[in-house]
């Protein structure tokens, strides 16, 4: 399966952004679909993931209450509504899919890795 995500952008804190993962490839409604970001000078970190068959999702502690991840199989896209952001949100978006996986928070559980978007939000 090939990922291409997208949706990025510069905003300002408070305002929402919606990303994009869209999948081509094999059947992508078999796939759990995890949203990683790289902060400059950081490592990556797992920030919400949701299962093969959306029955499951995990978010990062950091946004719980902020993001929300949804999937709409018949578009093969996964969505990443992310609310109230702040400066700390900024990083490149990468997501990543996990065949009939559960959606954790483990990078190695994921297989296929889109190229990434880049938010910032600016104070």
């Known amino acids: 399966v090939q990922l291409q995500a997208s949706g990025g952008g510069l905003v300002q804190a408070g305002d929402s952004l919606r990303l994009s993962c869209a999948a081509s490839g094999r ?41 929300t991840i949804s999937r709409d199989n018949v578009k093969n896209t996964v969505y990443l509504q992310m609310n109230s952001l702040k400066p700390e949100d900024t990083a490149v978006y990468y997501c990543a899919a996990d065949y009939y996986g559960g959606g954790g928070a483990g990078e190695s559980l994921y297989d296929y890795w889109g190229q990434g978007t880049l938010v910032t939000v600016s104070s």
Request: charge should be positive; avoid cysteine; aromatic fraction near 22%.
């Open 27 to 67: 059947a992508f409604s078999s796939y759990a679909v995890g949203w990683f970001r790289q902060a400059p000078g950081k490592e990556r970190e797992f920030v919400v993931g949701i299962s093969w068959n959306g029955g499951k999702t995990y978010y990062a502690d950091s946004v719980k209450g902020r993001f």
